[in-house]
């Protein structure tokens, strides 16, 4: 879930403008030199200091939601008499998709990659929620049980509406998500789409068991199977992008650039510069640093 290959990214944009007129694939109203000036003056995560002397985090991340998410897809299908809400795998759930994502946002934080940083939080916070709520010693069912059994309140309508919920808003804050993904490339707008799609057929598994409609139910828990299926290939091709650029394969592959698609804000007041630069009106000034986070 991240932006274009971060290693050797200077070589690779110089190519990039060497071999493609950049202003006749991209349809920006700008004059062809500000427009090359302005994408070379890109910075890339892990571009800087840090980014040359520690690993690239992402693969870590990515690697632990596709072993995770792949399983509980073939959990939600039935596939081979698989079931149990992924009941026997919660140890993937907390290791895999909790700790793995963890320590991608730890060291995104480090690398000075915000928003990279706090999706991994945000889902691997996820994956520790979903495999705790299953194990009995965290007991997420006694207060929804008069007798105080844990199982017995998982079954109630109440227990099944209150998740609901969450998955409602996770759904919102993976939306929050997808528009700040509409600077970084399509891979990424695309798995974020798939996984909101997700979220909200769970959301509505749990509202519709909560009413005893099952057979919906049953309908909706066949669909977010499916989704999720499809939620780990985009998932899986920045995987293989970054694993592939990590040992120096003779290729990349493309993730689908957006930052000249939207352009930012630091981006704007270079192109601002250049133009009264040009037009020999620079005697416009800002104080304040620029520097590209995307």
């Known amino acids: 879930m991240t932006s274009d290959i971060r ?27 500000t427009f090359q000036e302005l994408y070379s003056s890109l910075k890339l995560p892990n571009s800087g200091k840090l980014g040359k002397k520690f690993g690239d985090p992402v693969p870590v991340g990515l690697m632990g939601f596709l072993l995770s998410a792949a399983p509980r897809a073939c959990s939600l299908l039935g596939l081979r008499g698989a079931g149990g809400n992924g009941g026997a795998i919660l140890p993937v759930y ?12 730890v060291g995104e934080w480090i690398l000075g990659d915000t928003f990279y940083s706090v999706a991994f939080f945000t889902y691997g916070a996820f994956w520790v929620v979903e495999g705790t709520t299953l194990m009995p010693f965290f007991a997420v069912g006694v207060n929804y049980s008069p007798t105080g ?20 808003f996770i759904t919102i804050l993976s939306a929050v998500y997808l528009v700040c993904a509409l600077r970084t490339n399509i891979t990424l707008v695309i798995g974020l789409i798939v996984l909101i ?19 919906i139910a049953a309908r909706l828990q066949t669909g977010a199977g499916v989704l999720t299926w499809l939620l780990c290939l985009p998932i899986g091709i920045v995987f293989m992008a970054h694993v592939m650029e990590a040992v120096d394969f003779p290729f990349t592959i493309p993730l689908g650039d957006l930052r000249m ?3 930012g804000k630091n981006q704007k007041v270079r192109l601002r510069r250049s133009e009264q630069t040009k037009s020999g009106t620079s005697d416009w000034v800002t104080t304040e640093p620029v520097e590209d986070k995307v």
Do not use: H
């Open 261 to 263: 698609v939207i352009i």
């Open 197 to 215: 799609l997700d979220f909200s057929l769970i959301a509505g598994i749990n509202f519709q068991v909560a009413l005893g409609n099952l057979d």
């Open 94 to 105: 907390i290791f895999f998709g909790g700790l793995m994502l963890l320590l991608a946002g």
């Open 149 to 168: 059994d844990n199982l017995q309140g998982e079954a109630t309508s109440s227990f099944y509406a209150t998740t609901g919920f969450f998955y409602v």
């Open 7 to 33: 290693k050797n990214s200077e070589p690779i944009l110089t190519d990039v403008l060497r071999n493609v007129n950049i202003a006749e694939k991209i349809l920006i109203p700008i004059p062809q030199d």
